[in-house]
């Protein structure tokens, strides 16, 4: 592969100091392609970066590679260790390493990966996601190579989640710091400085600088903690020992857990939100600021936020084209916008987005089609770019909260879901508890170890700028479905790959047709709190149904555990009657012993009747109970004035066997 | 209360008290509400219905041999898709189990269902059966119609936390400042949460059920199988997710499951909820009034709740026809669970050691 999407020379401050080394050049294989990174790269920021943009197929159509697509990696001969199996995100690119990716393949016919490459769709992972994208299951089952503990494991190094570690440390509490990014600070930084604030990168350098001075802190980066179980959080990291990566779980036990993991980004739903060049500005961000790497050197911003306006600034400061942006609100107020008018981008405002699609222009891949916000009608020509970076608004993110137990409710106020309630030793800290500004997310950091360690509740500030000057974020819009060769609208960037469902076009098939049932009930995948995002913005559940829909939906998607050996038993010993046959045949039901001419064997059960033709058990005079130590089989029957030598039937399947009464019991 | 009561509350969030308030309220046109938590299609089903159950009295056979024509007619008009054939593949292991098996296998083949042995069975040391057309009752699309048909059939369904109900000594009750002649507890939950602990001791057993549902995986050709010795129960919808049940009262639920059907071994959980379940004394059904505390149950009805629910709507309606009200009676909570002459297969459930 020879694409490189570096950003080489950046006059943006937030991406000026990537984890990558530049000087450092690698190669290694992927799937059998030769990729050039950098060192510190992981493998999914090389791939991206080597032009690699999309995970698979899903419907017939392509997918982006992306954090919530990517699938686990292998290094080669490992491929069938699910233990050994990395995050993609996670796994570092070593040099001369050789890496495949786990997942079900496409299978195309000879013809099919002809056409498939001279399609150019090398930039492929060929992965079939039509049964969904994967899920940590591959390490969940594994015991934990190493456990720890501490007072206090704080889980998330954005600024709620410093602040929480210095706090405890500073209280003589033991703290371990659990972050799955490379560096520490979370993406408080994409969303700016505030004027009387001290600018979030500056507040994250200070606090990192800190963290790395204290020797309580134990500092676990690039970890990610994927479940919180019995008051233990469980993560996985990847360790490089003598050249080669290999996965590691952990077990990090606390007295409390504090859960700052910020938030998510939603996605806006539209057909073609997740095609390759379509990207979330936070991901795009974060591959900008700790990889170096810009998606696309044309792009389309499309945001519902104030951040995303930074966005482009940053990119235009380092060098890329935004062609334009595009925003569903109608004047939106922000402190970035008289940037963006002096740098010249072409704004639209009151546009949403109605669908996306691969254009075959070379130079152009995608077209962007807008509608108007209020009229709902597609307005002006498709624009047609090279990449399309959304800026969705933003979701707590609570996948952690919910798989542990938390409870949610719906704030339709701010169209996200919250957290409600306590959950064992887990507190919430920073955004994910609803704080909003950095000074919010500081003091809630703060503020939580307070009350833990020392019981003191206090108040928290969190400064909000007028509205006047800086417009909220706007509701998640949602376009129509998909018609005819359109891509799927995804409900949320999340692995379940909920769709909206294709409105049927056809007259006949919709009179005779049912209507279709729940895009959820009818795809069985875990969800997650972006699912549940998604789900109610489009109106696929309602807020009421959400707690139930939380409370069985959102888990972890383990594998179910077969166990060798017997289960306890559930069914108690009988007495030698079983008690469905007490009073079967009435209250004078007796125990005879019956003789066959043949010595014939009777399966429990053989019903017992007086003429040879009777099969219903209705009209049954006994039931066959077991044999008695002689082999006679012994029946239970009705008093019905038959005496011992009077003949009976017996119905052995198909058969009517004649059998004579012997003793009485 | 009045020997037939005009206004009934029914106290409930299954499809099953669903579809009982709807047809006392539809068909013998009864005052009726329903109490019932949020109605919701993604709910994960507590429990399966079936058009006949492994059950081991040959009068339950009878009347629901008897009853499902009409259910059935009844179930299309709420909805299509309703209801699909299966042949579920009973599984027991363990001499009291297998000896079960043994007598159901010979009621099925005396009321007409063909029935043959499964070699291999699910699971080591197992015998194994298979009943063939049996009728599967889909809850999921059930309760995606339900709404619709309790609208045309006037009942009002009121959400718990909304209206405070009290429930009277003599069985009526009282909605916010309107009473009712009758409250009818129709599914495990509302009889947990409206009896006392000890009152319910007399007639059942609480314990922890576990529900799944699988994310799909391949089509198998024993797509539906219940255990007679855990009351599990795994089927494979036409998706190919599986939806599984099974008590777990002991944390093996979820071994329960993976043990019974080889291919859900490692198939990934796509929702998960654990939940309370009745296990009546003698395995049977819990028909009727209590004792002390004189509300109305029907609960413990296994399978074939809603195959049961008309007859059981004109029970409470006292237009049951003689064999009905026998059956019904029987069947009353009042009865003794020592050597009831009612019994099926009664499972204990024993919580798993400190």
Known sequence: MTLNRRLIQTGAADFSRPVVDLHQPIRFHLDGREISGYAGDSVLSAAIANGIDTAGMFRNSPVALDTHSAPPVALKGNERRPDLAMPMALCPAIDGARYVTRGRR???????????????????LDLDLNSGLSAPVLWMQTPAAQALSADIVVIGGGIAGLAASLEA????????????????????????????Q??????????????????????????EVFE????????????????APRPERLAISGK??????????????????????????????????????WPRENVHLHTLTGAGYRLALLGTDSGQTIKRISDPRYEPQTRFIDYAKAYGFRLSWGREIDNVSFTGRMGARLAIVHRDSERHVVVGDPVLTDGLIISGGW????????????????????GQVVATGSCGNVVLAGSVAGFLSAPGCQQSGVAVIDWLLLGNEATIEDPQIDPMFETTDSALTVAPPMTGNMAPAFLSPGPATLCLPEPQ??????????????????LPRALSDLDLIGALATGTINGDELEIIARERCILPRGLRAQQGKMPGLLPASDPMPTYLIGRFGSNQTLWSLSTGSGRIFDPGCLVFANSDDRSPLSAVGVIVRQDTTERPLALMAHTGLGEGDTIFVRDGLVSVPAWLGERF | MPDTPQTIAVVGTSVFAAFLAGLLAGHHSKDVVLIASVASPHRLPRSISLSVAPVLRPETWQVAIAQWPETRKLLARIGPEIVSRTDPVIAASGLEAETALSHLRHLAAGFGFATEPVAPAPGDGTNAIRMRDVEWIDHIWLSTYLPAWLETTGVRSILPQVAQLSIKRDGSGRIEDRSVDCVILADDDAMIAHIAPEILAEVAQTTSALAVLSEPSPRQSMAHVMRLDSATSIYQQADGSLLCHALDPDGFGETRIANAFAASANTRQAARVRYERLLSHDGAPLIGSMRQFRVWTMSALGGLDLTLAPMLARFVAGVASAEEMEWCVARRPTRSFDRSSVAELALKAHERAA
């Open chain 1, 505 to 522: 076009t056809n007259r006949l098939y919709k009179f005779i047709a049912s209507p279709t049932p729940n895009v959820i009930s009818s």
């Open chain 1, 395 to 414: 979701q707590p993110a609570l996948s952690l909260w919910l798989g542990a137990g938390g409870t949610v409710t719906w704030n339709s106020r701010t």
């Open chain 1, 228 to 243: 919180i179980a019995d008051g233990t959080a469980h993560a996985i990291r990847t360790v490089t020992e003598n050249g």
């Open chain 1, 106 to 124: 496409m299978r195309r016919s000879p013809l099919g990966q002809i056409t498939q490459v001279l399609r150019g769709r090398q930039n492929s």
């Open chain 1, 169 to 196: 440390a500073k209280h003589k509490a033991s703290v371990i710091l659990v972050d799955r990014n490379p560096t520490l600070g979370g993406i408080a930084a994409l969303f700016g400085k505030v004027e009387g």
């Open chain 1, 256 to 293: 409390h857990i504090v859960m700052a993991t910020g938030t998510e980004e939603r996605l806006p739903v539209f057909p073609g939100n997740r095609l390759p060049g379509v990207m979330g500005s936070g991901f795009a961000w974060s591959l900008a600021a700790h990889y170096g790497i």
């Open chain 1, 198 to 223: 001290m600018p979030p990168a500056e507040l994250i350098a200070d606090l990192t600088r800190q963290i790395s001075d204290h020797p309580s802190i134990a500092v676990f980066s690039g970890t």
